[in-house]
């Protein structure tokens, strides 16, 4: 599953460790806001690498949890959904709005494999200093560079350059952040 291979998704050991995400992140949306602390707990059982400053806003759901990696300063707003069948890693002060979602699972084109239930999933790249607008779906493979701007309701389909802006269905580049 990982090497982005051909996998069976209803594998036994897939199975327990999809159900064991679900465990953990149902706890994790049924806790107060007060509950840093669980929280905390919580997502460090859950995530691949958690660094020390990240806040989750609940409702959360992933596939594995496992292989999601976060940098120092992440922020998920309301909604989030990461299907981490392949790697997601952040970097450092990465900001989504609400509902934003990112998948790393797909199914093949052809139909006779696609029927056999057969999945795979590609790798997420997002850099540093991203933000990424309430609504946008990432789709499998995307690299996102250092910088840039998703606008809202933005679909990813193909990797975004550093320092620029991008929005749409497909996304696109509309131009350059703007320095400071």
Known sequence: MLA???????????????????????AYNSTRPSEIDVRRALLNRLLGRMAPKIEIEPPFRCDYGTNIYTGNNFYANFGCVILDVAEVRFGENVMLAPNVQIYTAHHPLDVATRISMLEMGTPI??????????????????????????????????DV???????????????????S
Not at 128 to 157: F, Q, R
Not at 161 to 179: F, K, Q, Y
């Open 4 to 26: 982005g291979l051909l996998y069976d998704a209803s594998d036994k050991e897939l199975t327990g460790l999809r159900y064991r995400a679900r465990e953990i992140t149902g």
């Open 161 to 179: 350059p550093p320092n620029v802006i991008a929005a749409g269905n497909p996304c696109r580049v509309i131009r350059d952040v703007p320095t």
């Open 125 to 158: 790249n997002i850099g540093n200093n991203v933000w990424i607008g309430g609504g946008a779906i990432i789709l499998p493979g995307v690299t996102i560079g250092d910088n840039s701007v998703i606008g809202a309701g933005s679909v990813v389909t193909r």
